[in-house]
């Protein structure tokens, strides 16, 4: 009965195994604009608690490194969480990979990757 139960703990280590395998770090670069800089800044200091963000003028600069499985994701992910805070707020992005693969969002569209 012990190995029965051993054997499907397996599984789930294995996957949180080749998830974590999976997931890559992300160097971001992005200038962020809202109607609301107030509540965008608190936002991206609790979304982003390791980045570095200033404000130039009307607009943030935000410089990080996160943690996820493709930089399309990442950017879905940062831009939603941001416009559920303040719908009027756009993103311009670059998402460096480990391998040197820079992908250039504005918004959610992809507008241009560089492979170095």
């Given at each position: 009965?012990?190995?029965?139960?051993?054997?499907?703990?397996?599984?789930?280590?294995?996957?949180?195994?080749?998830?974590?395998?999976?997931?890559?770090?992300?160097?971001?670069?992005?200038?962020i604009s809202?109607?609301?800089?107030?509540?965008?800044?608190?936002?991206?200091?609790?979304?982003?608690?390791?980045?570095?963000?200033?404000?130039?003028?009307?607009?943030?600069?935000?410089?990080?490194?996160?943690?996820?499985?493709?930089?399309?994701?990442?950017?879905?992910?940062?831009?939603?969480?941001?416009?559920?805070?303040?719908?009027?707020?756009?993103?311009?992005?670059?998402?460096?990979?480990?391998?040197?693969?820079?992908?250039?969002?504005?918004?959610?569209?992809?507008?241009?990757?560089?492979k170095n």
């Open positions: 009965m012990k190995d029965i139960l051993a054997v499907k703990a397996n599984p789930n280590e294995r996957e949180m195994e080749r998830r974590s395998k999976l997931n890559r770090k992300f160097r971001l670069k992005a200038q809202s109607s609301n800089a107030r509540a965008i800044q608190h936002a991206l200091e609790r979304l982003v608690p390791k980045g570095c963000t200033r404000r130039v003028g009307d607009e943030f600069i935000l410089e990080a490194v996160m943690e996820g499985t493709n930089a399309k994701e990442l950017n879905r992910t940062l831009l939603s969480a941001l416009r559920r805070v303040e719908k009027k707020t756009t993103i311009r992005a670059e998402w460096t990979s480990p391998n040197i693969t820079a992908q250039r969002f504005f918004d959610y569209v992809l507008k241009k990757t560089i």
